[in-house]
């Protein structure tokens, strides 16, 4: 027993042309740690190991292998050789591959297909991105209501090589309408001579072709199911979301939804970072960094408006770092607790109300301590600056620390309700995460600084 | 067929005492949409729904009840009806459940366990939180290598209804030491005379007991895998974790990654924001405000340090706010760009100059178009700020965009660099992220800005 991290030399052994010890690696390790194995090798290497191997074992570590080689690979291929590890790879995963080859590969290899393969391809690839109908497969096993139990588990024994699981079989009529599920655990448990009829669940979780995958993810993810059926309009099943399928969509949204908090724009597949073209990353930043430069402008203008402030009272100037950032940073933690919970479908953007509750007995307290050390702040580190005289420490303590407990409040409420209200209006939630918020509270908080210190100091 | 949606009125049934309905329901559903649909009933009712159902089917849907209303439940159960419940729960389901029961709940219930339970559950929460040992569970099927594949499926079938899966076995030898792993599958297909030893896998991906769960889940994602196996330091196996768990874990670590991203403490279950009383949200959130706002003095002495020049050049600081939050958003960018490949092990923290490298041609042209911004505001809406005479508002904005370029560039690249060298120094890299990195850079940019101000200015 061992975990497959010491690598075994398929390069030396290749030089060798020990080809015996190569099969015998590739076929008795899980073939995600062949793939991982052949990452080090070149295009051709990869392809001399895999000529080894029987065909469907091929295509297993051909879809194992990372995108950027897969791609490579199958550019690289004849004609044919690609059309055959198409034709064993599973249906989802060759619908994947299929999309990232250049345009004139596709054209050329689909005639090199067997007829119910390129139709398949074609209903899976015809499934707009994002939706159940794009990442599910058509390799599942379905039953008739009327098979008894040793019939349905001799009919998957049959079906199993090329179906991603046998473990639960979608029951349908002649229609091939979805009637109910059974899961091979059932079966086996069920006497030889039980019709699927009478042990199958007739209240099935499902998805519909157009829902968002995202949403099917959760199913998967809430029920604890090993794969989701789909089926389109009429009820009628199309095709199965497996269990390993539900984590990567979970993992990429994660990863989409985190951009986002992060004012980086795009869509793309996860664990991409050092792949993507320097242009790509340029282009996905720069919308939003252009965007809230400009509302920065506005801040800039409400600072001049207070020119004259500053220059009586110089020791305003330098609270506006620490006020801007505080309020940034509370109205973020806010933001990104209330986003989380929204994901996680805790809370829907109609709780308003018990969201600004709890956040209002939160930030009250917060409000205080930060108030208290802006204050501390003001009285003891402040001597050196100039101010007109008549005035004390303890008032520009006061003007600052109030000004920063109405600023954590706001912030934090903003980052509360902000979140909400986007979602409410069929945004993204995180779209007005960290960078857009510190930027609007920066503006507010700017108004409250100014407001309050001219009020406290009256001028 | 239909979704778990339509929820059937429970309330309404058991008031006219129709049992036989509520109990068809009850058995026809999923478990967790039965779950759900009690969500809206009080303890008493949720208790008098679940006595209707046999033992097995109680526990699997008290199982899956939202976890405040699991605690409370089984607070308010006697002790004899608590005791069977958690007996047929499955076993990382009752550990989770007894350790969220009071201290003296679980000392009056552990005694009224049946012997092997009471042990079962002492081991599983023996291992700290976060480990594998702590989530996996311990109902899971063993073959021995001898099995002919029809005695093995025979014997699946007898303890399938006390397993958590009976589709992937694990072989262990007279010691309970891993030695192979076979499927369900597998056996289905192999004639029935076969030896498990001849279809088992020996190459087997399995986690260690204090491993984290995070690398466990991680293995589950990679491989595809419906369970993995858990052995101690001497290859015995002692548990497995399945891939609903995954799930779990992914979700739970995403979460915390994301709100330690924007500076807020502790760890927890996902999907409680509004079950988590006040003070614990005043708790995770104030430490790393308080630190912040204390590294935001110093920004604040800085501005302090250039009173002088502010007082000279008002005009200066109506550009501090844009300045700062420039520097913050690009370098959060990079930042949660760094710290996600991070996280999906797609770069290590040795891969400085790479991510360097790459970081610094995005950088380049953002620092571009953003000091062209810059300039434009600096000369057309300016005019009416104060300034010495003999400066053109030329001079300014050239100051201010070559100000902004550096910044630009130095804080995408802060932000890079300092979640790797988290990383490497065995921190967390998110620890860095947003709000810590904003108040970073604001720091460096204000000495970026009065530094260059001066230069260009000649002053």
Redesign the interface.
């Known amino acids: 027993?061992?975990?497959?991290h010491s690598t075994p030399d398929l390069r030396g052994l290749l030089a060798k042309n020990d080809t015996k010890k190569v099969r015998e690696i590739c076929s008795?390790?899980?073939p995600?740690?062949v793939a991982e194995m052949l990452r080090t090798l070149s295009p051709d290497e990869v392809w001399s190991v895999l000529t080894l191997l029987k065909p469907r074992l091929r295509s297993e570590i051909f879809g194992n292998l990372d995108e950027s080689l897969e791609v490579e690979l199958a550019k690289s291929l004849k004609r044919h050789d690609l059309a055959e590890v198409i034709t064993y790879m599973s249906a989802d995963e060759r619908v994947d591959l299929l999309k990232r080859l250049p345009e004139d590969t596709q054209e050329t290899l689909l005639p090199a297909l067997a007829q119910a393969e390129r139709e398949d391809i074609r209903r899976l690839a015809s499934y707009p991105e994002g939706t159940a109908g794009s990442v599910m497969t058509s390799d599942y096993c379905t039953l008739s209501p009327d098979d008894i139990a040793a019939e349905a588990?001799e009919k998957?024994?049959r079906e199993?090589?090329d179906k991603e699981t046998?473990?639960y079989s979608y029951v349908i009529d002649a229609n091939r309408?979805?009637?109910?599920f059974v899961s091979?655990?059932e079966l086996?448990?069920a006497s030889p001579q039980t019709r699927v009829e009478q042990i199958m669940?007739?209240?099935?979780?499902?998805a519909t072709v157009d829902e968002d995958q995202e949403e099917a993810a959760r199913k998967?993810?809430?029920?604890?199911l090993?794969a989701l059926p789909v089926v389109n309009g009429n009820?009628v099943l199309v095709g199965i979301i497996?269990?390993?399928d539900?984590?990567?969509i979970?993992?990429q949204e994660?990863?989409e939804?985190?951009?986002m908090?992060?004012?980086?724009g795009g869509t793309h597949e996860?664990?991409?970072?050092?792949r993507t073209p320097?242009w790509v990353?340029?282009k996905n930043?720069?919308g939003?960094?252009?965007v809230?430069?400009?509302l920065?402008?506005v801040?800039?203008?409400i600072?001049?408006n207070f020119?004259n402030l500053?220059?009586q009272f110089?020791?305003l100037?330098?609270?506006?770092?620490?006020l801007?950032?505080?309020g940034?940073?509370?109205g973020?933690?806010s933001?990104?607790?209330?986003i989380?919970?929204l994901a996680?479908?805790?809370?829907t953007n109609r709780?308003v109300l018990?969201?600004v509750w709890?956040e209002l007995?939160?930030a009250i307290?917060?409000a205080i301590?930060?108030a208290g050390?802006?204050y501390g702040?003001a009285l003891f580190?402040?001597g050196?600056?100039?101010m007109p005289s008549g005035f004390s420490l303890e008032t520009i303590g006061l003007a600052v620390s109030l000004a920063l407990g109405i600023q954590v409040v706001t912030a934090t409420l903003m980052g509360a309700v902000l979140p909400l209200a986007a979602a409410r209006m069929k945004f993204d939630p995180a779209v007005v995460a960290?960078?857009a918020l510190?930027?609007i509270v920066?503006i507010t908080g700017?108004l409250i600084y100014f407001t309050t210190a001219r009020y406290v100091l009256g001028i």
Chains 1, 2 share one sequence.
Not at 220 to 224: A, H, M
Not at 270 to 274: F, H, Q, R
Not at 335 to 338: E, M, S
Request: without cysteine; glycine residues 4%; charged residues 20%.
């Open positions: 027993m061992k975990n497959p008795s390790s899980h995600g740690a588990i998957l024994r199993a090589p046998i473990y309408r979805l009637i109910g091979l655990r086996i448990l669940h007739r209240d099935i979780i499902f998967i993810d809430k029920y604890d090993i009820n497996t269990h390993d539900a984590i990567d979970i993992r994660q990863t939804d985190m951009e908090l992060m004012a980086i996860t664990g991409v970072y050092l320097v990353h340029f930043r720069l939003w960094l252009v809230l430069a400009l920065g402008l801040s800039g203008y600072v001049q020119e500053i220059l110089a020791v100037a330098s609270f506006m770092p620490m801007a950032d505080t940034g940073n509370t973020s933690q933001a990104t607790l209330v989380r919970a996680l479908r805790e809370i709780d018990r969201v709890k007995r939160v307290p917060l301590v930060l050390l802006a702040r580190f402040s050196s600056s100039s960290s960078p510190t930027t920066d700017l």
